[in-house]
C-alpha cells in the first residue's frame, strides 16, 4: 500500500521543525529531556534533540505547511529516539536494567528516592506521550497507511501499556486522585491507536499483505483485554477481525480471561492471568480487586462455617503473591486475621559445643496465620480507594520484578515486543 494517501508527504528532515525550536528558545520551552543527559559528553545541541510537540488544530487553519510535517522516515527515526534514547532517561521509572548495571559497577544504590522517581516518571511519561502524539497526528494528516505506520502505531500502543504498568507501581494514591496521572487519558491514547491498528490490519487484509500483520494477534489481544469489561465492544471488535487472527493463540487467550471474567469463574481467570505475558497482565490488572473481592466473597460462603483458613494457602489460591497480600486483602474486606503458635521445636547441640547449659538448642517459635470467615454473607460493598491502589501496586512490582526486570529493557519492550511475547501458549 501506498505510504501517503493523500500523495503530499512532509519534506520536515527533523525531529522538530526549525521554526518551532526556535520560538520554543525564544520562549523557554525546550524540555531537559531535548538536551543531552548532564553525564553525557554528547556534542548534539536542542536543533538534533528536540522533538516536535503536539498542537491541535487550530480552528480555520489553512493549508498545511508540508515542511512543518515530517515524513514516514523521520516519523520512524523520532519514535526509535523516544524509546531508544529518552525513556531509559536515568531515573524516571523507565531505567531498570540500567539502574542495576551501575549498582553492580560503582555500588550505587538501585533506587532513587521514591518521591523523586514519581516525579521524574510523571515528567518523562507527560514528554513522551506528548511527543507520540505528534507523530501519530503527523501520520493521520498525510494519510500514510502503509507498514510503517502499522509499526509506529504498535511502538506507540505499547509505550501506553507499559506506562500503565509503571504507574501502578510507582505512583501513590494521592498522585493517581489528583491528577498528575490520568489513566484514563493514558487509555484514551492506547485504544485510539489500537482503532487505527485495526483500521490498518483491515485494509492490508484486503490487500492480501499479511507481512504487514504478522503481529495483528497481539494487539487485538490488547485491544480485547482493554475491553474486557465491555461485552458489547468486544463482540462489535471481533466481528471485523479477520478469521486467523481471530484463531491465534494470543487472541484466543485474551477471550478465555474476557469469558472468565465476564462469568465470574475468578479460578479460571487467575489460571490465565498467571500464563499471560506482562503487557497482557497490565491491561488487565485494575479488574484483579473486583476478580478478588468476588472470590473472597465465594470462599466466604463455601468455607464460612470452618474455624479458621490459612492464609498461605488463601494468597496461593488467589495468586497474590504471599502472605502479607493476603492480609491486606482481608483487612480491606473487614475479616479477621489470627495468629496461631505452632509446635515448638529444637535441635540437639552440636556435640562439640562448650556450652553445656542444655542437651538442645530451642529454634524461634513458628508461628501461621488466618483468615476467619463470616458465617455471614460478605456485604458487596466496594474496598476503598486506598486499599486497592495499595494491592494494585504490589501486584504490578510482581509483574516488574519477576518478568522485565533482569531480563528486558524497556525500551526492548516496547520497541520490538521482548517480554511481551510467548511460546503462543494458549
Not at 518478568?403 to 517480554?419: K, P, Q, T, Y
Request: aromatic fraction near 6%; hydrophobic fraction near 45%; proline fraction near 4%.
Amino acid at each position: 500500500m501506498s505510504g501517503g494517501g493523500s500523495g503530499a508527504l512532509g519534506t520536515c528532515a527533523r525531529m522538530c521543525p526549525r521554526a518551532e525550536v526556535l520560538e520554543r528558545r525564544r520562549t523557554g520551552e525546550i524540555s531537559r529531556f531535548e538536551r543531552p543527559p548532564p553525564s553525557s559528553a554528547s556534542k548534539d545541541d536542542d536543533f538534533s534533540l528536540a522533538v516536535k510537540k503536539y498542537r491541535r488544530a487550530a480552528a480555520g487553519q489553512g493549508e498545511l505547511n508540508r515542511s512543518e510535517l515530517r515524513p514516514p522516515k523521520v516519523l520512524l527515526e523520532t519514535l526509535q529516539h523516544l524509546f531508544a534514547r529518552v525513556l531509559p532517561w536515568r531515573g524516571c521509572g523507565f531505567d531498570w536494567l540500567g539502574a542495576e548495571v551501575r549498582a553492580a559497577s560503582d555500588g550505587e544504590a538501585a533506587h532513587v528516592a521514591p518521591e523523586r522517581e514519581q516525579t521524574d516518571f510523571l515528567a518523562l511519561y507527560h514528554f513522551v506521550s506528548d511527543r507520540v502524539r505528534s507523530v501519530r497526528k503527523d501520520l493521520t494528516v498525510q494519510r500514510i497507511e502503509d507498514a510503517s505506520a502499522i509499526e509506529m502505531l504498535e511502538k506507540s500502543a505499547r509505550f501506553h501499556i507499559l506506562a500503565g504498568l509503571r504507574a501502578s507501581q510507582l505512583l501513590s494514591p494521592t498522585q493517581r486522585r489528583e491528577g498528575d496521572w490520568s489513566e484514563t487519558l493514558n487509555e484514551q491514547q492506547l485504544a485510539s491507536a489500537l482503532a487505527q491498528l485495526h483500521e490498518l490490519y483491515r485494509k492490508h487484509a484486503v490487500a492480501a499483505d499479511s507481512s504487514a500483520r504478522a503481529s495483528a494477534g497481539e494487539f487485538v489481544a490488547y485491544d480485547i483485554l482493554l475491553h474486557i469489561d465491555d461485552p458489547r465492544a468486544v463482540s462489535f471488535m471481533l466481528v471485523k477481525v479477520p478469521g486467523d487472527v481471530r484463531r491465534s493463540a494470543r487472541v484466543k487467550r485474551a477471550l478465555a480471561l474476557f469469558v472468565a471474567l465476564q462469568t465470574q469463574d475468578f479460578g479460571g481467570f487467575l489460571r490465565r492471568f498467571a500464563r499471560a505475558t506482562a503487557l497482557e497482565k497490565s491491561l488487565v490488572l485494575k479488574h484483579l480487586p473486583a476478580v478478588w473481592r468476588t472470590a473472597v466473597q465465594a470462599m466466604n460462603k463455601a468455607f464460612g462455617k470452618l474455624d479458621k483458613f490459612p492464609l498461605e494457602e488463601l494468597a496461593e489460591w488467589l495468586r497474590l503473591g504471599d502472605a502479607d497480600a493476603a492480609r491486606a486483602l482481608c483487612r480491606a474486606m473487614e475479616l479477621h486475621i489470627e495468629t496461631a503458635p505452632l509446635a515448638t521445636t529444637s535441635v540437639s547441640a552440636p556435640p562439640d559445643s562448650r556450652e553445656h547449659v542444655a542437651d538442645t538448642l530451642p529454634l524461634a517459635p513458628v508461628a501461621a496465620a488466618f483468615v476467619r470467615f463470616k458465617v455471614a454473607p460478605l456485604r458487596a460493598a466496594d474496598m476503598d480507594d486506598t486499599a486497592k491502589q495499595q494491592l494494585l501496586a504490589a501486584a504490578a512490582q510482581r509483574i516488574h520484578r519477576d518478568e522485565l526486570v533482569g531480563r528486558v529493557a524497556a525500551c526492548d519492550v516496547v520497541l520490538s515486543g521482548a517480554g511481551a511475547a510467548d511460546s503462543d501458549s494458549e
